[in-house]
């Protein structure tokens, strides 16, 4: 079973919203944390926002004032809602799962193929 698989990403105008989700395996959901990290074209790959298994929900590089991230246990899913979405926010967006406090992106092992957001001006 593939780890992780994200889906929503696609084209908007900036100002819009989008909403990415990703489907976590057992595997995935028996880590400790679980988390957004995007990458613009030419930039380092950064953490968005993590979620690790006490419901503990933190929020990188200032992110949380347009970003909100959302984990459904039952059906396994991880969301991302973006809001007042600028072109900035442009990029792969992944989900990634690892086993360290902390959930830095060098600490995750599972990651899924990401999907792409565009934000136009």
């Known amino acids: 079973q593939v780890p992780l698989v994200e889906s929503g990403g696609g084209s908007v105008k900036a100002g819009g919203s989008l909403k990415v989700s990703c489907i976590y395996s057992e595997e995935a959901a028996n880590k400790y944390c679980i988390g957004w990290f995007r990458q613009a074209a030419g930039q380092r790959r950064e953490q968005v926002a993590s979620v690790d298994r006490t419901g503990t929900i933190d929020y990188w590089h200032g992110h949380d004032d347009r970003f909100t991230i959302s984990k459904d246990n039952v059906k396994k899913v991880l969301y991302l809602q973006g809001r007042n979405l600028q072109p900035e926010d442009s990029g792969m967006y992944s989900c990634?799962?690892?086993?360290?406090?902390?959930?830095?992106?060098?600490?995750?092992?599972?990651w899924g193929k990401g999907t792409l957001v565009t934000v136009y001006p």
């Open positions: 990634g799962a690892g086993d360290q406090y902390g959930c830095s992106d060098s600490s995750m092992t599972l």
